[in-house]
């Protein structure tokens, strides 16, 4: 099955500790591509500026993308300049250029709107909702968002999770939407609002799923070297629903594979600048490092203890 996703193209210059990249491509619907199309047809939705280095993009045609609803119009694609210190979790950022991206409308093609996954990547919370206005029916929709709409458009927010089946957020966003400081209750509070299940990321400490009546947790990859920890959320949502599209399965068990699929492609994500690294592997090396994440947790509990 396929997987539908509406978010930014871009252009990204990040400075990390290790090194520096300028006008790399990145953009939370490239790093969802990147991951997502290991594991099953991506359809990208999305604008750039005639300035845009569009053979970069080639590896992920290349890979099975569907650039059908890539918009290419007159003006300054998407720039962001960003930096981190030596705290990975938290990015500086020196300079956004929104460019043509300000004014994006997404117009979902015809062959798109039958898309069974859908994800809303970081975009403002209207057009989030505009997409599911011309979607069919998928069978499961799914969202992220970030501080800065939490703080402008705290309203949009809470209408589009009425209509949508999963968010995934930070916990510090994931606080700030709820008010919140313990996060068990701020998953509550989201899901008493309409996502049936609730992803909360905590970076390098892994990532919780929320469910009525389940919570799972997947921790992060033990890296020894991090380089760029941009996109890796969007590569983590990229593993999740690439993971369900490929496997058609919402079960519960099935989920709690898709988390630790995705917490695997971001920790793929951060070993290399842009998509770089995503465009290395394969899925002989994904099912690696899962089979890695569950020699991670797994132990035997002592014969005949209680505990």
Known sequence: MSVLVVG??????????????????????????????????????????????????????ARGVDMAG?????????????????????????ETRLGVFSHFSPKIPPQFKDAPYV?????????????????????????????????????????LIKHVDLITLNDGEARQL???????????????HGPRIVIIKKGEHG?????????????????????????????????FMGYLARTGDLSDENLRRAVVVGSAMGSYAVEKFSV???LEITREDITARVAEFRQLVAFEQEQGSST
């Not at 990040?14 to 969802?32: C, L, Q, R, Y």
């Not at 029916?137 to 703080?151: H, S």
């Open 8 to 61: 930014s193209v871009a252009l990204d210059s990040v400075e990390t500790p290790f090194g520096k990249a300028e006008n790399v491509i990145g953009g939370s619907g490239t790093f969802f591509s990147a991951s997502a199309s290991l594991l099953a047809p991506v359809m990208l939705v999305g604008v750039i500026g005639d300035d845009y280095p569009v053979e970069q993009l080639d590896p992920l045609r």
């Open 70 to 94: 890539l918009e290419q119009v007159t003006g300054e694609s998407f720039r962001w300049r960003g930096r981190y210190r030596h705290d990975l979790n938290a990015a500086e950022t020196l």
């Open 119 to 159: 994800f809303l990547a970081n975009i403002d919370p209207r057009l989030q909702l505009d997409v599911l206005r011309q979607v069919n029916r998928p069978k499961l929709v799914a969202c992220d968002t970030m501080n800065f709409w939490i703080e402008s458009r705290r309203s949009d927010i809470v209408e």
């Open 178 to 192: 709820t008010d919140c400081s313990n996060l068990v209750k701020a998953a509550r509070w989201i899901m008493a």
């Open 207 to 239: 990532a919780f799923m929320f469910k009525e009546r389940s919570i799972f947790f997947a921790p992060a990859y033990p890296l020894e070297d991090v380089f760029d920890p941009t996109g890796a959320g969007d590569s983590f949502a990229g593993g």
């Open 276 to 278: 770089q690294r995503l």
